[in-house]
């Protein structure tokens, strides 16, 4: 069934329903368009709810490119005709971090002289000296150092200038030893979903999970191959040949969605597709959100 299009310059046309949600261009105008998703009406499937959130992030489609020389991690995106859409940025803290540690090791360092010195006093063993100042040490300097340090969260902006923030990635915890966690919230603080990863199950294949309010899966992103997520365990991303892209897969199904791919460029260019979700199951702020972390919360 032909999919019908109107642009607002008058112009009424007829395309192949394999056009359906993708983004056209009026041939009179000039001017971009989504197509209607008719054909999925038309196969019988229930039409997508709604996007919820700005319209910055009602397509299905985002480029990314991440800014070097930076300190902290910053990301332009765009849409596909290259127009900007959003400014993302995931403060490192450095100068705070830094006074952190200092902080730490200055009471770690007091620590172990008085832990050393009563040791000494009491006991007069040099090995159990030894030890007690170690202990006493590290004792100061884990609490000191990370309750000053500060989380590296991220936030979505409408633009550079950072004035109107549109959405946010909390990182849940300072130390993530084992298990990675950060909750996605809309700019009125509304818990949209919560991201997870297991450092253990990442050293086969990266793996993220995304979880909705009610504890559902609402996806899972995962590498594109086991047989390449293995090659660039041992060759790494092997002069750009094998650099890693993602699959995004709806709940807990093998139905692909999505997809999030790093372009062959030299600068980190990367591509999200999420247009495989012809219902819009998955809210696109999300989707951005999840893309967003594929990529610093890898450290690629």
Same mark, same amino acid.
């Given at each position: 069934?032909?999919?019908?299009?109107?642009?607002?310059?008058?112009?009424?046309?007829?395309?192949?329903?394999?056009?359906?949600?993708?983004?056209?261009?009026?041939?009179?105008?000039?001017?971009?368009?989504?197509?209607?998703?008719?054909?999925?009406?038309?196969?019988?499937?229930?039409?997508?709810?709604?996007?919820?959130?700005?319209?910055?992030?009602?397509?299905?489609?985002?480029?990314?490119?991440?800014?070097?020389?930076?300190?902290?991690?910053?990301?332009?995106?765009?849409?596909?005709?290259?127009?900007?859409?959003?400014?993302?940025?995931?403060?490192?803290? %450095?100068?705070?971090?830094?006074?952190?540690?200092?902080? $730490?090791?200055? @009471? !770690?360092? #007091? =620590? +172990?002289? &008085?832990?050393?010195?009563?040791?000494?006093? %009491?006991?007069?063993?040099?090995?159990?000296?030894?030890? $007690?100042?170690? @202990? !006493?040490? #590290? =004792? +100061?300097? &884990?609490?000191?150092?990370?309750?000053?340090?500060?989380?590296?969260?991220?936030?979505?902006?409408?633009?550079?200038?950072?004035?109107?923030? #549109?959405?946010?990635?909390?990182?849940?915890?300072?130390?993530?030893?084992?298990?990675?966690?950060?909750?996605?919230?809309?700019?009125?603080?509304?818990?949209?979903?919560?991201?997870?990863?297991?450092?253990?199950?990442?050293?086969?294949?990266?793996?993220?999970?995304?979880?909705?309010?009610?504890?559902?899966?609402?996806?899972?992103?995962?590498?594109?191959?086991?047989?390449?997520?293995?090659?660039?365990?041992?060759?790494?991303?092997?002069?750009?040949?094998?650099?890693?892209?993602?699959?995004?897969?709806?709940?807990?199904?093998?139905?692909?969605?999505?997809?999030?791919?790093?372009?062959?460029?030299?600068?980190?260019?990367?591509?999200?597709?999420?247009?495989?979700?012809?219902?819009?199951?998955?809210?696109?702020?999300?989707?951005?959100?999840?893309?967003?972390?594929?990529?610093?919360?890898?450290?690629?």
């Amino acid at each position: 069934m032909p999919v019908v299009v109107t642009c607002r310059c008058g112009e009424s046309y007829s395309l192949k329903d394999e056009f359906a949600g993708r983004l056209v261009r009026c041939p009179r105008c000039g001017e971009s368009l989504r197509a209607p998703e008719a054909a999925a009406a038309a196969e019988g499937q229930p039409p997508g709810p709604p996007q919820a959130g700005d319209p910055a992030f009602r397509r299905d489609r985002f480029l990314l490119r991440q800014k070097h020389l930076a300190i902290s991690e910053k990301y332009a995106v765009w849409d596909e005709e290259g127009k900007p859409l959003l400014f993302v940025e995931r403060p490192a803290h %450095l100068a705070r971090n830094l006074l952190a540690l200092l902080a $730490g090791l200055a @009471a !770690g360092g #007091l =620590a +172990a002289a &008085v832990v050393g010195l009563l040791l000494h006093l %009491l006991f007069g063993v040099p090995a159990l000296t030894a030890v $007690g100042a170690v @202990a !006493g040490f #590290l =004792a +100061a300097l &884990v609490p000191v150092g990370l309750a000053l340090s500060v989380k590296r969260h991220v936030t979505f902006y409408r633009d550079s200038t950072k004035q109107e923030r #549109l959405l946010e990635i909390l990182q849940d915890r300072k130390v993530q030893l084992v298990r990675a966690t950060y909750t996605v919230n809309s700019a009125d603080g509304e818990l949209l979903a919560r991201l997870h990863k297991n450092y253990l199950y990442n050293v086969i294949r990266k793996r993220w999970y995304c979880y909705g309010p009610d504890g559902s899966v609402l996806c899972v992103a995962k590498e594109d191959s086991l047989i390449l997520s293995l090659l660039r365990r041992f060759l790494g991303v092997f002069f750009g040949i094998l650099r890693t892209n993602f699959i995004i897969l709806e709940g807990t199904t093998r139905n692909v969605i999505g997809e999030f791919n790093r372009k062959f460029t030299i600068l980190d260019r990367y591509v999200l597709d999420v247009s495989a979700d012809r219902k819009g199951a998955l809210d696109r702020r999300i989707a951005l959100a999840l893309g967003v972390m594929l990529d610093t919360g890898e450290r690629r």
